[in-house]
T-cell receptor, first 112, second 115 residues
Framework: QKEVEQDPGPLSVPEGAIVSLNCTYS??????FMWYRQYSRKGPELLMY????GNKEDGRFTAQVDKSSKYISLFIRDSQPSDSATYLC????????????FGTGTQLKVEL | ETGVTQTPRHLVMGMTNKKSLKCEQH?????MYWYKQSAKKPLELMFV???????ENNSVPSRFSPECPNSSHLFLHLHTLQPEDSALYLC??????????????FGAGSRLTVL
């Protein structure tokens, strides 16, 4: 079993849709949960991070963590074509070398 | 220049060639990383350097040889590679959050093709 599972997609949605991107994980010691966005021919860039369970909102983006279910989500409201990218979830066990464990990434395409 | 810069952006090499990838960061970070990104696979951590000292070698084959002459520069020397080494090689640098967790800033990557 992989430590972090993420559906690679591709996921195609119409402009304006609400997008839900998800990851599940197996190690309950993960404490920080991050979402990176990677445009084609670019490196990943940090979008948001959350600590432990709960929600965090930043503009059209909401990150949600449910540690009891070992499940994290990224919601994108009013999706735009510029949101088309690959979204990678990543997690850290702090104090354990602080190494990031990544999911495979979900490719998202927002169509006009 | 700002951020993390990687050169070359694209590299094609034969299995007997020797080449190097270069990474430079202008963020004042103390940690630098090499990751391998292959299609449909999670990012694979290869090497970590903290204050120029290698602190992580994730069982990487010796045909990949890292070098970190200072906190701003990182190299990946390549020799006698295999076709399965074809991938996007990402460099990153990091700063710690107050908790100690690291936030990575990535370069655009070097796309390597081994013939």
């Amino acid at each position: 079993q992989k430590e972090v599972e993420q559906d690679p997609g591709p996921l195609s949605v119409p402009e304006g849709a609400i997008v839900s991107l998800n990851c599940t994980y197996s190690n309950s010691a993960f404490q920080y949960f991050m979402w990176y966005r990677q445009y084609s021919r670019k490196g990943p860039e940090l979008l948001m991070y959350t600590y432990s369970s709960g929600n965090k909102e930043d503009g059209r983006f909401t990150a949600q963590v449910d540690k009891s279910s070992k499940y994290i989500s990224l919601f994108i409201r009013d999706s735009q074509p510029s949101d088309s990218a690959t979204y990678l979830c990543a997690m850290i066990i702090t104090g354990g070398g602080n190494k990031l464990t990544f999911g495979t990434g979900t490719q998202l395409k927002v169509e006009l | 220049e700002t951020g993390v810069t990687q050169t070359p952006r694209h590299l094609v090499m034969g299995m007997t060639n020797k080449k190097s990838l270069k990474c430079e960061q202008h963020l004042g970070h103390n940690a630098m990383y090499w990751y391998k990104q292959s299609a449909k696979k999670p990012l694979e951590l290869m090497f970590v350097y903290n204050f120029k000292e290698q602190t992580e070698n994730n069982s990487v084959p010796s045909r990949f040889s890292p070098e970190c002459p200072n906190s701003s520069h990182l190299f990946l020397h390549l020799h006698t590679l295999q076709p399965e080494d074809s991938a996007l090689y990402l460099c990153a640098s990091s700063h710690p959050l107050a908790s100690g967790a690291n936030v990575l800033t990535f370069g655009a990557g070097s796309r390597l093709t081994v013939l």
